[in-house]
T-cell receptor
Framework: GNSVTQMEGPVTLSEEAFLTINCTYTATGYPSLFWYVQYPGEGLQLLLKATKADDKGSNKGFEATYRKETTSFHLEKGSVQVSDSAVYFCALSDYFDGGFKTIFGAGTRLFVKA | DGGITQSPKYLFRKEGQNVTLSCEQNLNHDAMYWYRQDPGQGLRLIYYSQIVNDFQKGDIAEGYSVSREKKESFPLTVTSAQKNPTAFYLC?????????????FGDGTRLSIL
């Protein structure tokens, strides 16, 4: 079946530190991969996506590369800011059970200290 | 601006009462989704609809009901049969025709038991 596993949080970093949030997936087909971000009291927003192997998604200094050989899509940022504090969700989208569906990981909470 | 509107932001339910959560979108999306989010957990799919007048159960449909009479609207009813309804409920939409397209989320409704 399809599933997404991401590293447990919370992750606590100082401002300007390097961020990595690991994400691995299992899929029966050829999924598209996404990272979403959720700020307190809000819904999820798309952060970046990659639709095929070796694609790199990037946005607001965040990057993730679709690695088919390791079934991974790790999120990275070179220098985090306090405003990056949020919950980050890795997700895959594919066609199964009669429709296009998205499977979400459990989320990783990031705290960035000034 | 196009988007998804969920209302109310906070909702309280008495024992034995049904409550309805509203979700409206003006993105002209065919597919709409309801998710439940519990603290520290990912999103679990309750119901989804790929087209007007049609919907399918997700992973945790018991105790919930939906309707899709209009393309723009996908209300969720939490019935008295749902014994543990306290959670954050998120509505989302997408084109539904392409796995590369992300889901767009509302800002959620937080449901609590009185």
């Amino acid at each position: 079946g399809n599933s997404v596993t991401q590293m447990e949080g919370p992750v606590t970093l100082s401002e300007e530190a390097f961020l990595t949030i690991n994400c691995t997936y299992t899929a029966t087909g050829y999924p598209s991969l996404f990272w979403y971000v959720q700020y307190p009291g809000e819904g999820l927003q798309l952060l970046l996506k990659a639709t095929k192997a070796d694609d790199k998604g990037s946005n607001k200094g965040f990057e993730a590369t679709y690695r088919k050989e390791t079934t991974s899509f790790h999120l990275e940022k070179g220098s985090v800011q306090v405003s990056d504090s949020a919950v980050y969700f890795c997700a895959l989208s594919d066609y199964f059970d009669g429709g296009f569906k998205t499977i979400f990981g459990a989320g990783t909470r990031l705290f960035v200290k000034a | 601006d196009g988007g998804i509107t969920q209302s109310p932001k906070y909702l309280f339910r008495k024992e034995g009462q049904n409550v309805t959560l509203s979700c409206e979108q003006n993105l002209n999306h065919d597919a709409m989704y309801w998710y439940r989010q519990d603290p520290g957990q990912g999103l679990r799919l309750i119901y989804y609809s790929q087209i007007v007048n049609d919907f399918q159960k997700g992973d945790i449909a018991e105790g919930y009901s939906v309707s899709r009479e209009k393309k723009e609207s996908f209300p969720l009813t939490v019935t008295s049969a749902q014994k543990n309804p306290t959670a954050f409920y998120l509505c989302a939409s997408s084109t539904g025709t392409d796995q590369n397209q992300p889901q767009h989320f509302g800002d959620g409704t937080r449901l609590s038991i009185l």
